[in-house]
């Protein structure tokens, strides 16, 4: 087993600063669509925070493996998000905030997706500061 020394990818960051907010989001095609993309918002808005503190704790090693659970999981069971099932509902779930979370933490100006903005170091246009434009939800 080879360890590495290298520093974690967080602490280039001054102070983690984990932001979730509500941002517009595009009006879905049918009224089932749009039950589920505002219950999904409603469920980040809660649980992407707790992740990103959860991720932004995790030892540098961890991440990697974190990263292709969360990808594995979301690609095999993600259906389980939209058809709850007694079996993977709650798996799918929790990996999609895991997913989500290790995204927001990693990327410059974290991301906008399912109708909220993560991010963890304040930048350029984040919907979250109040003379920003509030970027709207990409639909791609």
């Known amino acids: 087993m080879t360890s590495s020394n290298s520093p974690h990818p967080l602490s280039k960051q001054p102070e983690a600063r984990i932001t979730v907010v509500a941002v517009p989001a595009p009006a879905r095609l049918t009224a089932k669509e749009q039950i589920f993309h505002d219950g999904?918002?409603?469920?980040?808005?809660?649980?992407?925070?707790?992740?990103?503190?959860?991720?932004?704790?995790?030892?540098?090693?961890?991440?990697?493996?974190?990263?292709?659970a969360a990808a594995a999981v979301i690609m095999g069971r993600g259906d389980a998000l939209q058809f709850p099932s007694k079996k993977h509902t709650a798996e799918a779930g929790q990996h999609l905030n895991l997913g989500l979370a290790y995204l927001a933490l990693m990327t410059d100006g974290g991301i906008t997706k399912f109708g909220v903005h993560a991010c963890a170091a304040a930048h350029e246009d984040c919907p979250a500061d109040s003379s920003s434009s509030n970027q709207t939800e990409s639909t791609t």
């Open 40 to 68: 999904l918002t409603e469920h980040l808005l809660y649980a992407l925070p707790i992740a990103m503190l959860e991720v932004s704790r995790m030892p540098s090693h961890a991440l990697d493996p974190l990263r292709n």
